[in-house]
């Protein structure tokens, strides 16, 4: 038996004839509280099944990433609490958060609320500082958005240099002398910053030639790069050919959450917990007003806007 769910068909005389034999075993000629506990079973046993799974992923352990902002939204609802680059979200209303997984988590459960109250603090530190956010303007839907890039925080995450790991062959790239290791220094004079820069000006600017400054090798040289045409959707981009230098993310930044058998049944009876209660208070929000019907979500698209 493999427990996913289902319908269960009573058997019941109300319902249709039931055989002499099994009158006796029919729901309706059960007392209350043996009709109350078959009710119950079922979700007494999806509940205790969560618990199980729960109970095994924080024994194997779940890696995470520790909940740092590499930045932000200009005019955004982070920008407006003034929350900055660089520091990490300890904890949300009260409740600690020590991956971007539990930051998104809470997160889902202020839905519909007017205000909450962000804990920071400089990353490595622990000089605590609260932060209002003011989601009265909130515009989250968990099926398409995630919640904290809807309040203009960017988690910091792999940083991608503009130093050349590949280019490919018989590509724009190849053919403008580029090799595995230049730096973009600048791109028609102006300086490079920023991968993702160099990124936009290549796909704008199809069959358009465009100077690149690099260093090879400490040495400053120049060359020109003509984009190859590309149509994407029926619209014509540039595509140079070139894949980029990622810098993984530091193992200051990584966290496990990881527990013996006994600390790991507490956990995972929390978790349950969590997410049954965000579906709770979800539905409760329903009926004050506090979220409209296209506010609410299904259990699996909440547990996808929490990041689960």
Not at 278 to 302: A, E, F, Y
Request: proline fraction near 7%; avoid cysteine.
């Amino acid at each position: 038996l493999i427990p996913l769910g289902g319908y269960v068909k009573m058997l019941d005389e109300r319902v249709e004839p039931v055989a002499p034999e099994m009158r006796h075993s029919a729901f309706n000629n059960k007392t209350v509280g043996q009709r109350a506990a078959v009710i119950a079973a079922g979700p007494i046993a999806n509940f205790l099944f969560a618990i199980f799974a729960y109970w095994l992923v924080f024994i194997i352990g779940v890696p995470g990433v520790r909940p740092v902002v590499g930045d932000i939204t200009p005019n955004s609802i982070a920008a407006q609490a003034q929350i900055a680059k660089g520091t990490e979200l300890k904890a949300i209303d009260g409740i600690e958060t020590p991956d971007w997984d539990a930051v998104r988590m809470a997160l889902v459960a202020k839905i519909g609320d007017r205000q909450t109250i962000v804990t920071v603090a400089p990353f490595g530190t622990n000089q605590r500082q609260d932060k209002i956010l003011d989601l009265q303007h909130w515009a989250f839907e968990p099926d398409k958005q995630d919640p904290v890039a809807s309040l203009g925080i960017q988690p910091r995450s792999a940083q991608i240099d503009t130093v050349l790991a590949e280019v490919q062959s018989d590509s724009a790239a190849q053919k403008a002398g580029l090799q595995a290791g230049d730096r973009i220094v600048k791109v028609d004079g102006q300086p490079l910053t920023q991968w993702m820069t160099f990124v936009n000006l290549v796909r704008d600017n199809p069959g358009r030639a465009l100077v690149l400054d690099i260093e090879r090798q400490g040495s400053p040289l120049s060359v020109t790069l003509t984009p190859d045409t590309k149509s994407t959707k029926g619209k014509a981009e540039g595509f140079a050919g070139v894949v980029p230098k990622v810098i993984p993310l530091p193992d200051e930044y990584k966290t496990v959450r990881q527990y013996g058998p006994f600390a790991a049944i507490a956990e995972a009876t929390d978790k349950t917990w969590q997410l049954m209660s965000l579906t709770v208070r979800m539905l409760g929000k329903l009926i004050t007003g506090d979220v409209k019907l296209n506010n609410l979500s299904g259990p699996i698209s909440i547990a996808q806007g929490a990041g689960m």
